[in-house]
């Protein structure tokens, strides 16, 4: 069954805290935009041994993602910054509604991923960093490239798909960018946030902080392995001086 959902339209923030958020945003998009402009060109322009680092390749790829965010909320922005009301009304009608969306789930993606892949990379350079001196790592961050972009926009697609214009109760004229109502009790859709939940959000946070964690206990570790040298090497040498002088 079709029902139509309508939104119920209440009075916004106060309009000082409505020209706070505003500015906020507004600062949050300039000084991510031109940072990480900034750290695109800075790195596409410099030496070739400095631009084919795996680092610096990941550290592009995920300010590529970062902009096509950044980029996409100004639509957000500048709406919420003409509507007084709460939820702010989409006056972009239905086809940037789903194009919108997509790119910014898609950005978030890709932007989660690579953060999980330069995680990983350091861990290995820290770990191994013989082994990964060997490895020809430019053609594998190719395949990594394409893998994070390919799994970013598979994922993001039913954007395209499921949202729809949803009317306003007391705006009918108006409309909000949300869930299709033919989706709203659907169990694909909770299978759906379910995997986007985990694959982007527990599984990255998981596999970092578990790195982070044995790397924690591999420096505790040598620190006291190289404590207990320092002592053993102090006790010889004040033996060996015993030994000496009777």
């Given at each position: 069954m079709n029902v139509t959902i309508l939104i119920n339209v209440k009075n916004g923030p106060s309009e000082w805290f409505r020209?706070?958020?505003?500015?906020?945003?507004?600062?949050i998009l300039i000084v991510g935009l031109i940072g990480n402009s900034?750290?695109?060109l800075s790195i596409i322009t410099n030496h070739i041994e400095i631009r084919c680092s795996s680092t610096n390749l990941l550290l592009v790829n995920m300010s590529c993602a970062d902009l096509i965010i950044l980029i996409f909320n100004i639509f957000d922005v500048v709406q919420f910054s003409f509507d007084h009301f709460w939820p702010t009304a989409w006056y972009l009608g239905l086809s940037f509604c789903k194009i919108v969306r997509f790119a910014q789930v898609f950005g978030c993606y890709v932007s989660v991923q690579t953060l999980l892949i330069i995680s990983i990379e350091r861990y290995i350079s820290i770990i191994y960093p013989i082994k990964i001196s060997r490895i020809n790592y430019r053609k594998r961050l190719c395949l990594i490239f394409i893998l994070i972009w390919s799994c970013g926009s598979i994922m993001a697609l039913p954007n395209l798909y499921l949202l729809e214009l949803h009317p306003f109760y007391n705006r009918p004229q108006h409309f909000i960018c949300g869930l299709s109502d033919h989706w709203t009790d659907s169990h694909l859709i909770i299978f759906y946030k379910y995997?986007?939940?985990?694959?982007?959000?527990f599984l990255p946070a998981l596999i970092q902080v578990s790195l982070l964690l044995i790397?924690?206990?591999?420096?505790?570790?040598?620190?006291?392995?190289?404590?207990?040298?320092?002592?053993?090497?102090?006790?010889?040498?004040?033996?060996?001086?015993r030994n000496l002088l009777f």
């Open positions: 020209i706070f958020l505003i500015v906020i945003f507004i600062i900034f750290v695109v995997a986007e939940l985990i694959l982007f959000f790397l924690i206990i591999l420096h505790q570790n040598s620190y006291l392995l190289t404590n207990t040298r320092i002592k053993n090497s102090i006790v010889l040498s004040y033996v060996d001086r």
